[in-house]
């Protein structure tokens, strides 16, 4: 089992940055691959970003491609989640999901465990 626990939501203006963290529990953290989602009012959970276990791979929705940074410190049991260049349609309820297999994969169905979320709003 792992437990999950997102912080760093908030409210900023659009352009701003965001860094978002998800601590884990567990001793097998760093086995697991680890990715971040967001659901909007009204809308379903989408994918936002992958890294896989050993910090070799990442791989991003195209709609935060180039503003969004993934990365992970396997030592802090620990997934970041940098968010620049902040837009309007980037709020959402940000949320962490662990993956016990190492292929990564952007579909909320192939991940096993799930934080509560984080809140972010970008104001225009």
């Known amino acids: 089992q792992v437990q999950l626990v997102e912080s760093g939501g908030g409210l900023v203006q659009a352009g701003a940055s965001l860094r978002l963290s998800c601590a884990a529990s567990?001793?097998?953290?760093?086995?697991?691959?680890m990715g971040w989602f967001r659901q909007a009012p009204g809308k379903e959970r989408e994918f936002v970003g992958t890294?896989?276990?050993?910090?070799?791979?990442?791989y991003y929705a195209d709609s935060v491609k180039g503003r969004f940074t993934i990365s992970r410190d396997n030592a802090k049991n620990t997934v970041y989640l940098q968010m620049n260049s902040l837009r309007p349609e980037d709020t959402a309820v940000y949320y962490c999901?662990?993956?016990?297999?190492?292929?990564?994969?952007?579909?909320?169905?192939?991940?096993?465990?799930w934080g509560q979320g984080t809140q972010v709003t970008v104001s225009s």
């Open positions: 999901a662990a993956r016990r297999r190492r292929a990564i994969v952007d579909s909320t169905v192939d991940y096993d465990f």
């Open positions: 890294i896989s276990w050993n910090v070799g791979h990442t």
């Open positions: 567990g001793r097998t953290f760093s086995s697991y691959t």
